[in-house]
Nanobody, 116 residues
Framework: QVQLLESGGGLVQPGGSLRLSCAAS????????MGWYRQNPGKERELVAA???????NYADSVKGRFTISRDNAWMTLYLQMNSLKPEDTAVYYC??????????WGKGTLVTVSS
């Protein structure tokens, strides 16, 4: 089992920055992939950024050049640095982890609101 707890969401003005954190606990040695997803009411959850155990990253086109995903080497904490935020970045952001046995875990989410 893996437990995930997001933090760092809040209200920010357009052009501002936020850093989200995801604290992982439990069987973290089995994690080989972690990512950040976001979702708005009535819309599908979409991948924002992801990172593999080897450090390969992947970003949605809409956030490339503005967001940066990173993690500590022990997989205990995942980060998402979000710069130049836009109103369309407003969403609930979820942390996701996948293990070597292909089990998938989700956090409960943290709300990011970009508004003046």
């Amino acid at each position: 089992q893996v437990q995930l707890l997001e933090s760092g969401g809040g209200l920010v003005q357009p052009g501002g920055s936020l850093r989200l954190s995801c604290a992982a606990s439990g069987s973290i040695s089995t994690i080989n992939f972690m990512g950040w997803y976001r979702q708005n009411p009535g819309k599908e959850r979409e991948l924002v950024a992801a990172i593999t155990r080897s450090g390969v990253t992947n970003y949605a086109d809409s956030v490339k050049g503005r967001f940066t995903i990173s993690r500590d080497n022990a997989w205990m904490t995942l980060y998402l640095q979000m710069n130049s935020l836009k109103p369309e970045d407003t969403a609930v952001y979820y942390c996701n982890a996948r293990t070597i046995s292909l089990r998938i875990y989700w956090g409960k989410g943290t709300l990011v609101t970009v508004s003046s």
